[in-house]
């Protein structure tokens, strides 16, 4: 008998806010408007990677700072859907309005902004799993979250940008502008699922009166519960190891094959083949983790990751030992795709899996607390792991050397995973035994 997949109305529309943003992190984060912000910085004589960096770093430590008050305040009757609303409402509305500036100041204004109302509504919606699905569905409806957003974010609105700026020209402001209106609206338009259909299942009750003053104390009781709780504990320290090499491998790839003299169209190329992977693959580590377990396949997808950073730096060794040859570039081309398709086999997959997993482990009434701490070990892993690579390639002199020592952040993950399992599945266990009582 065909196996059907059958999602209920309130996972469709959680699965749907993933197609909704995910457009955001393509157009304005990683491809489009970050090209199109050095060029009006070079018009200005301003080195653009300065204010992109300062302007990225702003925006991920005020959500870091921000996000265990919100979770804290989330877990409240009625305030996560609100807080949700207002970040989502927040980057919508500024991302369009980023489309009216033309200075740079304005332009990086509007990207902060927009950012922290990105970063901000993702948290809430991480914690948001726990409403819509059940735990033993927590892995497949996660992973077709982040397979949806691969399409509704990553391939189609990304497709017709291109085709905005190939018909208008790419470097037509006004073109650039068009895609910008297209993504707020992208964004706007497939949220509304989200907000209508999805509610807050598990809270606390609080008198409005005492929320802020409870929400302090739940903070340092979380913080407090996630250190006692092994199991949690070392999964999300586990957790701050990895991420921060797929993070930095992500952020950093195009500048680092920038630099090795590779040809810039094949690496944008490169980069649709990544996404188009990552759908059929996130799904498939959805169901993969249901048989063989979440904890294997996340420790699978960082032996890929781990062998991505090799390759890495083969190619940066090959270049630098050949005097830049153009053998050893076409080579590395070559290999830049090789690893453009393995990290579109587990990016998605390790990133939805891994909030699945944190899900299962966490009390669903203190859902968004803890995914609050959850995000805060994920945005400073953003922010140091770059730093983590500079450190090392200007130490040695080689870029190479800089790719290669993010092995250490994987490998340090993957023993920590595989140590702590029993205590891992305990804690588990123990919110499973909370669901089941509630």
Not at 51 to 70: D, E, H, K, M, N
Not at 252 to 260: I, V
Request: proline share 3%.
């Amino acid at each position: 008998m065909k196996r059907t997949i059958r999602f209920t109305r309130k996972e469709k529309s959680w699965i749907l806010y993933d197609w909704a943003n995910s457009v955001y992190a393509t157009n304005m984060m990683a491809a489009i408007f970050p090209i199109y912000f050095g060029s009006v910085c070079k018009g200005a004589g301003v080195d653009n990677v300065v204010p992109w960096s300062y302007g990225t770093a702003v925006a991920t430590f005020t959500i870091a700072i921000l996000a265990p008050f919100l979770g804290a305040i989330g877990d409240y009757k009625g305030m996560k859907k609100r807080l949700f609303a207002f970040f989502a409402a927040l980057g919508t509305v500024t991302t369009l309005l980023t489309a009216l500036f033309n200075s740079w100041q304005m332009l990086l204004v509007g990207y902060v902004l927009s950012y922290i109302g990105f970063l901000g509504s993702c948290l809430l919606y991480d914690s948001f799993l726990t409403d819509v699905t059940t735990k033993d569905r927590m892995d497949k409806v996660s992973a077709w979250g982040y397979a949806m957003g691969y399409i509704g974010g990553s391939t189609i609105p990304f497709l017709i940008s291109i085709g905005i700026l190939l018909v208008m020209g790419m470097d037509n402001p006004t073109a650039v502008k068009i895609v910008i209106v297209l993504t707020s609206l992208w964004w706007a338009g497939f949220s509304i699922p989200m907000l209508r259909n999805v509610k807050q299942e598990h809270y606390v009750e609080v008198p409005p009166s005492r929320l802020v003053k409870n929400a302090l104390s739940n903070i340092r009781e979380t913080f407090g519960s996630i250190v006692k709780n092994r199991g949690i504990f070392l999964f999300i320290l586990a957790y701050f190891c990895y991420i921060d090499g797929v993070n930095t491998v992500i952020n950093l790839s195009s500048s680092y094959g920038t630099k090795l003299g590779l040809d810039s169209t094949g690496m944008i190329l490169a980069l649709l083949v990544t996404q188009i992977v990552a759908v059929p693959c996130s799904i498939l580590f959805g169901r993969l983790s249901e048989r063989a377990g979440s904890l294997r396949m996340i420790r699978v997808a960082i032996g890929v990751y781990f062998v991505v950073c090799l390759v890495g730096f083969y190619m940066g060794w090959n270049i630098g030992v050949s005097e830049g040859s153009e053998e050893a570039i076409a080579l590395s081309q070559v290999l830049f795709w090789i690893m453009a398709f393995m990290v579109g086999t587990v990016q998605g997959g390790i990133q939805a899996i891994s909030r699945s997993y944190f899900g299962k482990l966490v009390p669903p009434s203190r859902a968004t607390e803890y995914f609050g701490f959850y995000d805060i070990f994920g945005k400073f892993a953003a922010v140091l792991g770059p730093v983590f690579v500079a450190v090392f390639s200007s130490l040695t002199g080689h870029d190479s050397i800089g790719v290669l020592s993010l092995v250490v952040l994987f490998a340090v993950g993957f023993v920590i995973l595989f140590a702590g399992r029993k205590k891992m599945e305990a804690s588990q266990l123990a919110a499973r035994s909370e669901t089941q009582e509630n």
